[in-house]
């Protein structure tokens, strides 16, 4: 079956300190993988993929396909990055369907 | 250039009526997809549009039905409402759907009374 877990509803962190969000995955194709990020009263958007492979906001991820994960890091957390965070999986070539992940909600205290 | 657009964004209707929402995607995107959310199953797929077809199809009853128009602007009909209708609608637009990039609507709130 085709799922995303992202196993912590909340978490919480200081400024400053490092922040890992844990997305693990089940699919027995080829995934492509996606964060999607929601800030307060603003729609979700993607934040990065596993194929661009780029650091957005100071984010990166990494698809490890043998542990079936796709964690989000930052090594230093800032108060802008509260919000609700998403894991998401695409089959390659599917077809408009993405798997999301309950989410987590980061907050960033000062 | 203009995001996703969503109409209504708030509707209340009563168990047994017909709601009818509307999506507007960014222009030039040709695959338009549905989610519904909600607080005990987060985000579900409902279905996705391409070229005025239906190409996907989530897990989700009859009543659910959606179309698309030659312009690529979609509408999703529940027919028969039931409490558990009560959600955030979500559309999502992309050029070619699949993999890239879907950008999101700000959603439309049903609640069904």
């Known amino acids: 079956a085709q799922r995303v877990t992202q196993p912590e509803k909340l978490l919480s962190v200081f400024k400053g300190a490092p922040v890992e969000l844990k997305c693990n995955y089940s699919y027995s194709g080829s995934p492509e993988l996606f964060w999607y990020v929601q800030y307060s009263r603003q729609r979700l958007q993607l934040l990065l993929r596993h194929i661009s492979r780029e650091s957005i906001k100071g984010f990166t991820a990494d698809l490890n396909k043998g542990e079936t994960s796709f964690h989000l890091k930052k090594p230093f957390a800032q108060e802008e990055d509260s919000a609700m965070y998403y894991c998401a999986l695409s089959g390659v070539g599917s077809q408009g369907n993405l798997i999301f992940g309950k989410g987590t909600k980061l907050s960033v205290k000062p | 250039k203009a995001g996703v657009t969503q109409t209504p964004r708030y509707l209340i209707k009563t168990r047994g009526q017909q709601v009818t929402l509307s999506c507007s995607p960014i222009?030039?995107?040709?695959?338009v997809s549905w989610y519904q959310q909600t607080p005990g199953q987060g985000l579900q797929f409902l279905f996705e549009?391409?070229?005025?077809?239906?190409?996907n199809k989530g897990n989700f009853p009859g009543r659910f039905s959606g179309r698309q128009f030659s312009n690529s602007r979609s509408e999703m009909n529940v027919s028969t409402l039931e409490l558990g209708d009560s959600a955030l609608y979500l559309c999502?637009?992309?050029?070619?759907?699949?993999?890239?990039?879907?950008?999101f609507g700000q959603g439309t709130r049903l609640t069904v009374v």
């Open positions: 999502a637009s992309s050029p070619l759907g699949g993999d890239t990039e879907a950008f």
């Open positions: 222009s030039g995107h040709r695959s």
């Open positions: 549009y391409f070229s005025e077809t239906q190409r």
